[in-house]
């Protein structure tokens, strides 16, 4: 069976909430009434999953595919804002066969998984076809991938539409982007590593403070010190980027990207949990996550 390419586009906020965070395992089944498919499930519990609306283009959604790849690209301003996108593969669907039942159901979860979208041809307020996605995503940048497409960045008004079918790939285009896509770990072993990394450093800086969150057993270290990310093209030195991207190269994985570690950030930040600090970098003259504290853990600590 062909592998097909399809382009999809999307608010940032909502490529955030589902397909590099995910959405909660027992709020997708039970809106739903199905079980969501293994290979969209990370090792935390969270299923990942794209929506398409009632817009006319749900004919691609009908003639999407497993094993499909989807390029999420993020909606900006114009063209000149779009330096990244999102690469992943189609595990699955749904609706299932389409009734009124299912489409209400997916209905329901879209609008609890997605903002609604405005835009000058109206709101778009769910999005009832949905696509469930391989747990690994991949984020890319555009100039690359559309380099490996063979196609330029003009090519990219064509596509309009929230989701859509690329036409005329190479086999050798097919191939590196499902390589690149493998390669890189689901999110629930990016944090594990990272929260390993994290604690390693926190040792060397020598953080060890009597009064402590939560301590660390395995690190003899407390958790709650705010340790540099580091990238020397950002910040000029090395940090808790260099060290998660060893460790993944090491498990035979692809380093991540710094725009991937960003929005990782930004996913799992949240009150008692994990703090990020940013500020405007003298490098890149954009405001930059500079250091992260972990409150406590984010994966269950080894024994």
Known sequence: ???????????????????VKGVEKSIVESILGVSAPKESIDSFGYVHLWGVPKS????????IKRGDIIIILPVKKSRRELNECYITIVIDKYPINAIPEE????????????????????????????????SRVSIESINNVLKMLGKDTKSLAGYRESIQRVRVISEQALQELIQRIYKVPDIATILSLFEEAYLELSTRFGWNPVNCYYYSTKYNVCYGAPIPLGNKEVWGREGL????????VEKGFRPITWELLKQIIKSITRPGMVWASWF?????????PHDVTIMKPLTQEPQ
């Open 1 to 19: 069976m062909n592998t097909d390419i399809y382009v999809a586009r999307g608010s940032e906020r909502n490529i955030y909430r589902s397909v």
């Open 56 to 63: 006319g283009a749900e004919k691609y959604w009908r003639s």
């Open 103 to 134: 489409i209400e159901r997916s209905v329901k979860l879209s609008r609890v998984v997605w903002e609604p979208y405005r835009r000058k041809q109206g709101v778009t307020e769910s999005y009832p076809y949905i696509v469930f996605l391989e």
């Open 241 to 248: 980027f260099e060290e998660l991207n060893k460790k993944l």
């Open 280 to 288: 405007s970098s003298v490098y890149t003259k954009q405001v930059e």
